[in-house]
């Protein structure tokens, strides 16, 4: 069975910084995308970054470029989004996503699998 847990979130001041993590079990991650995608009250679910399985490819959305950093440690599984400067638009829950690794479209899209998220709340 799947599963990918995240954690890391919390209550933060506007322009501090917090590091999301997820990790993935139940079977090999090998050449799936993983990406943080998150949903923010009275909103749709909206991409936030990806990364390749080697790393070498990431895609950020725009509201948070030059502010976030995603990263990947595949010897432990396990994915992290460090988000600095935040903002009190950046509340919401986020959520870590696996990629379908046979799926050729948009690169924020073709995500199977889910976490449960965890809650980011920036206060102003």
């Known amino acids: 069975q799947v599963q990918l847990v995240e954690s890391g979130g919390g209550l933060v001041q506007a322009g501090a910084s917090l590091r999301l993590s997820c990790a993935a079990s139940g079977r090999s991650f090998t050449g799936y995308y993983m990406g943080w995608f998150r949903r923010a009250p009275g909103k749709e679910r909206e991409f936030v970054a990806t990364i390749s399985w080697s790393g070498g490819i990431r895609y950020y959305a725009d509201a948070v470029k030059g502010r976030f950093t995603i990263s990947r440690d595949n010897a432990k599984d396990t994915v992290y989004l460090q988000m600095n400067s935040l903002k009190p638009a950046g509340t919401a829950v986020y959520y870590c996503?696996?990629?379908?690794?046979?799926?050729?479209?948009?690169?924020?899209?073709?995500?199977?699998?889910w976490g449960q998220g965890t809650q980011v709340t920036v206060s102003s």
């Open positions: 996503a696996a990629r379908n690794p046979y799926f050729t479209g948009a690169y924020f899209q073709g995500y199977n699998d």
